[in-house]
């Protein structure tokens, strides 16, 4: 069976939840956005069919949905979809064209062709990229880096860790031409200093990750990082990475992605535990919050008492680096909270904080 027969097969759960982060996310920053600009593009830049065998819809399908919904609103969201197989973007054509029928754009042809004439529909117009290709070899860094660099720019890119981590294995193997293994990765990272930064006793996935995200970070000024799991196993699927210049984009899509992930575990949790322990429920996730704040003033403290002062946005970013999509807005307020009751932050006042607020640890 072809890789896009069996991937279409049904939805799985883990791209259900890709979903759901990307949807919110087109909901909340879009909008934002396109107030501001008169109009926002959503970039799939590779769609697929628009449905799964299932029924269930796919990213092309569900942005054309929004964008539809909100069709009314005084800012138009645009939609281009970039699918290279013939018989999947007929696919895409014949579902997403009468949904939003002036506001979609779809391209017969591989994302890194598509790339010049994209950049030129966009104009200055801020745009969010959705990179979701099958492994890493449809990326390559020459066709992202113009993307990443224009301005108003946000993407979500499915990065295939594992892959790429495999690929880095090889080439310090012993397998033959180790080296044609390093040269698709350097195409991929759009270096070879990985070659000399990642050592042969390193976890490669783990290395190779990180040297992708400081690329990415590189280029678009940020980038954090979310690994999906697969729910029931704890099995790694993809890094999602997340790149803007916005910190406020990055709020928003840390708060997404950790709601997202709790709901599921949530339902995981609860289809798995026994019927008379259901009603427990809501004091494990009472416990389980309370430790994550707990875990998480632990954290800022040690951040904040390396800087001694600090404002309170900057300290949540720079938490972002290891805690992202771990702990929401809330959390990071209810764990600065505490440190302030506890007298290890000095402040004047006791209540509300502001991003831009001076925090002093004592
Ligand atoms: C992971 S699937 C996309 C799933 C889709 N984004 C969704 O969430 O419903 C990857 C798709 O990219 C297409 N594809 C593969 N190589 C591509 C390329 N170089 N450029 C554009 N599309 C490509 C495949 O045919 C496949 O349909």
């Not at 791209?15 to 919110?24: A, F, G």
């Not at 290395?207 to 992708?212: E, G, P, S």
């Not at 704890?234 to 840390?254: D, E, P, Q, V």
Request: one cysteine or more; glycine letters at 6%; a positive charge.
């Amino acid at each position: 069976m072809r890789k896009t027969e069996s991937f279409y097969a049904s939805r799985r759960e883990w791209s259900e939840r890709k979903h759901q982060v990307l949807l919110k996310y087109l909901g909340a920053a879009t909008r934002i956005l396109a107030t501001r600009f008169g109009a926002v593009y959503f970039v799939d830049g590779f769609a697929g069919p628009g449905y799964y065998e299932d029924g269930a819809p796919g990213s092309p399908v569900l942005a054309a949905q929004h964008a539809a919904k909100v069709s009314t609103e005084p800012y138009p969201l645009r939609l281009i979809n970039v699918e290279v197989d013939e018989k999947l973007f007929q696919q895409l054509e014949q579902h997403t064209t009468h949904i939003a029928p002036t506001l979609v754009t779809n391209f017969c042809c591989s994302f890194e062709a598509a790339i010049p004439q994209i950049l030129k529909l966009l104009g200055n117009l801020p745009a969010f990229f959705f990179i979701d290709p099958f492994g890493v070899k449809d990326i390559p860094w020459e066709a992202l880096e113009p993307v990443l660099k224009r301005p108003y720019t946000d993407a979500l890119i499915n990065f295939h860790g594992r892959t790429a981590g495999q690929l880095a294995g090889l080439f310090f193997s012993q397998v033959r031409r180790p080296l044609s293994y390093g040269e698709r990765l350097n195409k991929v990272l759009g270096t070879d200093v990985w070659q000399s930064q990642v050592k042969p006793s390193d976890k490669k996935r783990e290395a190779i990750i990180q040297c992708y995200l400081e690329q990415v970070a590189k280029a678009r000024g940020i980038a954090c990082r979310h690994d999906v799991r697969d729910a029931t196993s704890g099995r790694y699927k993809y890094s999602l990475i997340f790149a803007s210049r916005a910190r406020l984009a990055f709020h928003i899509m840390n708060d997404i992605l950790c709601e997202t992930e709790r709901e599921y575990e949530k339902a995981v949790q609860g289809f798995k535990l026994q019927k008379p322990l259901r009603g427990l429920e809501a004091q494990f996730q009472a416990q389980a919050e309370m430790m994550l704040i707990q875990e998480l003033k632990e954290q800022l403290y040690t951040l904040g008492k390396a800087k001694g002062r600090v404002r309170y946005g900057d300290l949540c970013f720079e938490a972002y680096r290891t805690w992202f999509a771990r702990a929401k807005g809330s959390h990071y307020l209810a764990a600065v909270k505490q440190l302030i009751q506890e007298g290890r932050i000095r402040r004047d006042r006791l209540t509300g904080v502001k991003p831009e607020e001076w925090l002093e640890f004592t």
